[in-house]
């Protein structure tokens, strides 16, 4: 597949107060690949400072927990808890800057579907569907988490915001909030895991309540860092959910974020397709309906690498700019590539199986060249 420089995907852009060489993103994709403090390690480094060499304007951080009390997902996940953290990330960060890319960092709290943590908690006492994954070193049924109280949704917040300080003191230029893809705050937004009876229970307009929150939080913490929020219908353990109300849930969900201090909207599609996980009932997307309700920029995530798709994205009004999981992995360059007109290299599963460690990524690599 080639094209050639007049891709829009090529073009600079402002996100918030960040100028970015070209409008592809790597989207965040957990490696759990940390030391089992959660420091970041001198592999992680190169792994994140290949994708910026290879001409990507911005690099998400993977998933990222916040603190040390129920936050953490899986083990050997990064951290933003500790200032080991602190020091570790710096060395990713200017690793990234460098090369001429920039970073964010997304902060996550992954309540009832943590692997990696032995308190799990979540906004009501229900296990959560399907069975842990293997590749992140999980197996067998989540466990029934225990409900936060309102004074502990209090410390989820301050976690989110301390976190977001020290992302700052590790050298990103933006924060993050990861509600989507089935994780803490999207369990407070998802109706069948949030049975609560509370300010954060009920109407969509109460489930989106702590992610507002969150949002308000961080962007208070750190001024000076841009702040953005990732939304998603389907899950890690659930591909077929959508926002009950369709469009009107959407509208309240997106309204709220943008009103909290939202500065960007990151639309996930957990391993689907764009058109799969964004198609509206009306035949519009809930990408441009993000971009309508809150007037700011919005990035599509979903198979990104299909160079026609994403110039329909980007053309035709449904986002800004463009996240790409596994179309980065299999190409780390894949902008110069696309500047160059070269072919794109396919995904092979292999390399994130049996697990998804940037170690087993590279021995796929040398076993190809050997």
């Known amino acids: 597949m080639t094209t050639t420089v007049e891709h829009p995907a090529l073009a600079p852009i402002a996100l918030g107060g960040l100028a970015l060489r070209n409008r592809y993103a790597v989207a965040p994709m957990s490696r759990v690949s940390a030391a089992p403090d959660g420091t970041p390690t001198g592999e992680m480094a190169d792994y994140y400072a290949e994708f910026a060499r290879g001409g990507f304007g911005l690099v998400f951080s993977e998933g990222t927990y916040t603190d040390t009390a129920a936050s953490q997902g899986y083990l050997n996940?990064?951290?933003?808890?500790r200032d080991e953290h602190v020091a570790g990330w710096r060395v990713v960060t200017a690793g990234v800057r460098a090369a001429g890319g920039r970073m964010i960092a997304q902060l996550m709290h992954a309540g009832a579907i943590s692997q990696g943590h032995p308190n799990t908690v979540g906004p009501s006492a229900i296990q959560p569907r399907g069975e842990m994954m293997?590749?992140?070193g999980g197996s067998g049924p989540w466990p029934v988490p225990r409900e936060l109280t309102i004074a502990e949704i209090d410390d989820v917040i301050d976690g989110f915001a301390a976190a977001a300080v020290r992302?700052?003191?590790?050298g990103f230029d933006g924060v993050e909030v990861h509600a989507a893809n089935g994780y803490l705050l999207d369990q407070f937004l998802t109706d069948y895991t949030n049975h609560r009876t509370d300010s954060y229970g009920g109407p969509v307009k109460n489930r989106i309540r702590l992610t507002a929150r969150v949002v308000t939080a961080v962007a208070e913490a750190v001024p000076e860092l841009m702040t953005g929020v990732r939304l998603s219908q389907t899950k890690v353990n659930d591909f077929t959910y959508r926002w009950p109300g369709g469009r009107d849930d959407a509208e309240v969900i997106f309204a709220a974020v943008a009103e909290a201090g939202a500065q960007y909207l990151h639309i996930a599609s957990e391993g689907r397709n764009w058109l799969e996980t964004a198609k509206l009932?009306?035949?519009?997307?809930i990408t441009a309906l993000a971009r309508r309700i809150t007037g700011l920029p919005v990035i599509a995530n979903g198979g990104m690498h299909d160079l026609a798709q994403a110039h329909e994205v980007l053309t035709g009004g449904h986002a800004d700019l463009l996240s790409l999981g596994h179309g980065a992995l299999a190409n780390p360059d894949l902008p110069a590539r696309v500047a160059a007109a070269e072919p794109l290299a396919e995904f092979d599963r292999a390399m994130v199986s049996p697990t998804?460690?940037?170690?087993?990524?590279?021995?796929?690599r040398e076993s190809r060249q050997a």
């Not at 992302?167 to 590790?170: D, L, P, T, Y």
């Not at 009932?281 to 997307?285: I, Q, R, S």
């Open 77 to 81: 996940q990064p951290g933003l808890a």
């Open 134 to 136: 293997r590749a992140y």
């Open 167 to 170: 992302a700052r003191q590790a």
């Open 281 to 285: 009932a009306d035949g519009g997307t």
């Open 356 to 364: 998804v460690t940037v170690a087993n990524a590279r021995r796929w």
